[in-house]
């Protein structure tokens, strides 16, 4: 069945769920603190990367999952997916890049943050699945 | 790689599941290696050769061989 979840993958899913939920809770102080209470010196470094700390934690669980997934199958559909998902990422910022060096409209400021990468990323790779799984089918 | 996993599979009266969890891995991963799209490793394919006793030679071909 394609909706058996394994052990590794109920873990992983865990884990996202709570870096996921750390992340939107850690942003929205964070965002308060710089709208309301000014940080200034190092103070304004410590606080901008908090952010991404639970973003760390979810590219950890995924790796942690490659590894813990019993499933040879399994794990080289996520590596698959993995690798498109990285595909896609390289592209859209190259050619994000080459637009935003020769169109004069679209600089630096108009263009999107490089947070948003883990986000292409991550869409990407969750669009990958069922692709690759139907090469399997 | 050819196999013949279907046929010992259905030989047992055994669903893709059932074998599935025979071998601790999802259907998906029995699909796969039964429509010949996925190959499996040598520890997969030694539990395999163990579980219908027989050897990796009488369930899978190489396509060279065959």
């Not at chain 1, 069945?1 to 899913?13: D, F, P, Q």
């Not at chain 1, 994000?96 to 263009?111: D, E, H, I, M, R």
């Not at chain 2, 790689?1 to 009266?13: D, G, P, S, T, Y």
Request: net charge positive.
């Amino acid at each position: 069945m394609w909706c058996t979840r394994s052990a590794a993958e109920r873990v992983y899913l865990a884990r996202t769920l709570v870096s996921m939920s750390i992340y939107v809770l850690v942003t929205a102080v964070v965002s308060w603190i710089f709208a309301h209470r000014h940080p200034q010196g190092a103070l304004v470094y410590l606080l901008a990367v908090l952010p991404t700390l639970p973003i760390f934690a979810v590219i950890a669980s995924l790796g942690k999952y490659l590894v813990e997934e019993k499933d040879e199958f399994v794990r080289t559909v996520l590596v698959q997916c993995s690798l498109w998902a990285t595909a896609v990422v390289l592209a859209f910022a190259t050619c994000l890049g080459s637009l935003q060096k020769y169109v004069p409209s679209l600089n630096k400021s108009a263009g999107l943050q490089n947070y948003w990468v883990f986000v292409v990323w991550f869409l990407a790779f969750a669009a990958a699945q069922p692709l690759v799984r139907r090469r399997y089918k | 790689m050819k196999n013949r996993l279907r046929v010992l599979r259905a030989e047992k009266n055994w669903s893709q599941a059932d074998l599935a969890e025979r071998l601790e891995v999802s259907r998906q991963s029995v699909n796969a290696i039964e429509t010949g799209k996925f190959d499996p490793s040598l520890p997969l394919a030694f539990r395999l050769a163990r579980l219908f006793e027989m050897t990796i030679e009488q369930i899978f071909s190489d396509d060279a061989s065959s």
